[in-house]
């Protein structure tokens, strides 16, 4: 819908993915084809919208120059990463680490490094890609063991890995996980894949009649604190960055009067 080049190239590379592991799988072979070919459908009613705007943005990927700038990131991240190799610059410090060592001459602050991964190093350094990598080999592999064993479940968890696929490939070009929606269905799409297959051996009844476990309670009192910090940390950036804006309008209009205030 942002009509992004790389996510239409991750929305692809998410089908053909799923579309091999089910046709792998037997049971669901018939209906195989339908379930690769809804993200295809709805590629073609977008760009029955915009298929010109569409067409403007793919042409561009022959263009070398587009990338010059996204190559110059992605090894200003790697040199600052080294840096901060052991323990990591600190999450969300990479607007205030990064410009000592972006080379791509833009007078813009690179607040974002277009490049989930790359940020991750310079934020959180070596223990940061070793939890990341940690992660994406206990999901999938998770995920290949539900999908070699389940049955009632393998249409939820193929359109979880469509989703997974398709968002980890975007990461490389943009950074979508640092908006909080979209942070928060990745996290809730992942716990839900993970938790299905315990799921589905419990009844309606049963499920609702289990009492809260304490960990379950104390991860929510935690989980609650952490969000309403986040929110008054966002609610303090709105504040600071409206009253910078005002800073400039006030500026405009001191440029005009020549100084003079």
Same mark, same amino acid.
């Given at each position: 819908l942002c009509m992004s080049r790389n996510g239409v190239i991750s929305l692809v590379v998410g089908t053909v993915v799923m579309g091999a592991l089910v046709q792998q799988k037997e049971s669901l072979r018939p209906v195989g084809w339908i379930l690769t070919i809804i993200p295809l459908m709805a590629l073609a009613i977008l760009l029955l919208g915009g298929f010109d705007r569409f067409y403007e943005r793919m042409e561009t990927l022959g263009q070398e120059e587009n990338y010059r700038d996204r190559w110059s990131l992605l090894s200003a991240c790697v040199e600052a990463g080294g840096q901060y190799w052991l323990t990591g610059a600190g999450v969300g410090t990479f607007a205030h680490v990064f410009p000592q060592y972006d080379h791509t001459g833009a007078s813009a602050v690179a607040t974002y490094a277009d490049n989930e991964y790359g940020q991750l190093f310079v934020e959180s350094g070596l223990p940061g890609m070793v939890l990341l990598i940690a992660f994406f080999t206990g999901f999938l592999t998770t995920i290949w063991l539900v999908l +070699? =064993?389940? +049955? =009632?479940i393998?249409? &939820?968890i193929y359109g979880i890995l469509f989703a997974f696929v398709a968002v980890? &490939?975007?990461s490389f070009t943009d950074f979508g996980q640092r908006m909080p929606g979209i942070a928060f269905t990745s996290a809730t799409l992942c716990a839900l894949a993970l938790a299905l297959p315990r %799921?589905?051996?419990v009844t309606e009844s049963s499920y609702l009649a %289990?009492?809260?476990?304490h960990l379950t309670k104390i991860s929510l009192g935690i989980t609650a604190g952490l969000l309403v910090w986040t929110v008054y940390g966002s609610y303090a950036r709105y504040q600071s960055e409206s009253w910078f804006a005002f800073a400039l309008a006030k500026e405009g209009q001191l440029v005009e009067n020549e100084w003079g205030g």
């Open positions: +070699r =064993s389940s +049955r =009632s393998s249409y &939820c980890a &490939c975007h %799921l589905t051996q %289990l009492p809260g476990s």
